[in-house]
């Protein structure tokens, strides 16, 4: 989630930068994408291609609130398509929006920390299966809604190994990500002491 004084001005910021065609940086705030985006870091926002695919990471307005969160599945429904959108440290799905709503995708993560930058692949075979995961464990989390004590037990066990699977294949992505940027300084990673 993103925090500013005015959300509403950062929100209009982002629609016109999209119309206008500018990427920005932006500060993000909260833990819900978690080990990818730390609270704190910036992120580097281009605007929305014209098609998005699942594992994509998105910056989206809804309800009047800025999300940074994964795209988890693309549902088309009565001619128009829907995206579903989801956190990867968080069990439940965002509601669906539309292209819309779509005000940028997240192409690089600048951490407070640390002066480099990290810069993401889209639709890579990992984020794509972190997105079938993410979409599929939310239907766990529900079940846990209507039943007995012991099948609760079993189905919460459940959902935290997903969760688990969900930030091991984060971390995974975000090392190959790191070594990725470290061999192509050209693509943003850093220049190694030799200057290869």
Not at 58 to 68: A, D, K, R, S
Not at 71 to 87: E, P
Not at 113 to 120: A, C, D, M, N
Not at 151 to 172: E, G, N, Q, R, T
Request: proline share 3%; charged share 25%; aromatic share 10%.
């Amino acid at each position: 989630m993103l925090e500013y004084e005015n959300k509403q001005t950062m929100i209009d910021l982002l629609k016109m930068r999209k119309k206008l065609n500018i990427p920005t940086w932006i500060t993000s705030w909260g833990y819900s994408m978690l080990p990818l985006i730390f609270n704190g870091s910036k992120v580097w926002i281009t605007p929305p291609a014209k098609e998005v695919r699942p594992g994509t990471v998105l910056v989206f307005e809804v309800e009047g609130n800025l999300l940074i969160h994964r795209l988890v599945k693309i549902i088309r429904k009565d001619g128009k398509v829907l995206y579903q959108t989801k956190g990867d440290n968080v069990f439940y799905r965002d509601i669906m929006i539309d292209a819309v709503n779509i005000l940028g995708i997240v192409k690089r993560i600048k951490r407070k920390e640390s002066k480099r930058e990290i810069l993401l692949r889209q639709n890579t075979v990992l984020s794509r299966l972190i997105s079938i995961i993410s979409y599929r464990e939310h239907k766990i989390h529900v079940l846990t809604y209507d039943c007995t004590k012991y099948k609760k037990y079993f189905i919460d066990a459940l959902k935290y190994f997903f969760k688990m699977v969900i930030w091991l294949l984060s971390y995974i992505e975000l090392a190959l990500l790191m070594g990725f940027n470290r061999l192509t300084p050209e693509m943003g990673g850093l220049k190694s002491k030799k200057g290869v």
